[in-house]
């Protein structure tokens, strides 16, 4: 069946580092793609997403790039604030019936 | 405006008892989700419900019933309570069963 890897963490970071968080899928169709943010204590929010292979998602300095022939949704960001430490999911929707497929997430911590 | 909402936030509970979850969407979506999360942060689809109808159960004991009296509510009671039980569940909506899902703060039960 379908399947989202993501990067073992927690990965901890300093103040404007650079961030990648590695995301690897299984899918027999055409998935859309998200990254979806949870920060302490609250629910998950939308942070990008792609339909379509080559798309390039992008929110608050956060991309990632719909990679078909690496089936990879790598999500960047140039330059990490401490308020961007949390826990980011990388998930895809087989769009058959609406399931979203989690990756396992990857904890963020930004030191000053 | 909340988007997503559910109520109670917090539930703390025995094993054996029974207890419902509620959830609201004022976003117009046709289409509702409960996700459960477990101690590993972890994220699984239940159930979800298009304009009523439940289209996605996945493998779920039959002490976990979902009811979506309306397009805007969809609520889980669950039976019989056990330790196992114990997780965040999380609410979303959709337009259509391809779109972004939205989801609701999560509601952390705890079985003693």
């Known amino acids: 069946g379908d399947s989202v890897t993501q990067m073992e963490g927690p990965v901890t970071l300093s103040e404007e580092a650079f961030l990648t968080i590695n995301c690897t899928y299984t899918a027999t169709g055409y998935p859309s793609l998200f990254w979806y943010v949870q920060y302490p204590g609250e629910g998950l929010q939308l942070l990008l997403k792609?339909?379509?292979?080559?798309d390039k998602g992008s929110n608050k300095g956060f991309e990632a790039t719909y990679r078909k022939e690496t089936t990879s949704f790598h999500l960047e960001k140039g330059s990490v604030q401490v308020s961007d430490s949390a826990v980011y999911f990388c998930a895809l929707n087989d769009n058959q019936g609406g399931k979203l497929i989690f990756g396992q997430g990857t904890e963020l911590s930004v030191k000053p | 405006d909340t988007a997503v909402s559910q109520t109670p936030k917090y539930l703390v509970t025995q094993m054996g008892n029974d207890k419902s979850i509620k959830c609201e969407q004022n976003l117009g979506h046709d289409t509702m989700y409960w996700y459960k999360q477990d101690s590993k942060k972890f994220l699984k689809i239940m159930f979800s419900?298009?304009?009523?109808?439940?289209?996605i159960n996945e493998t779920v004991p039959n002490r976990f019933s979902p009811k979506s009296p309306d397009k805007a509510h969809l609520n889980l009671h669950i039976n019989s309570l056990e330790l196992g039980d114990s997780a965040v569940y999380f609410c979303a909506s959709s337009q259509g069963t391809e779109e972004t899902q939205y989801f609701g703060p999560g509601t952390r039960l705890l079985v003693l």
């Open positions: 419900y298009n304009n009523k109808e439940l289209i």
């Open positions: 792609a339909t379509k292979a080559d």
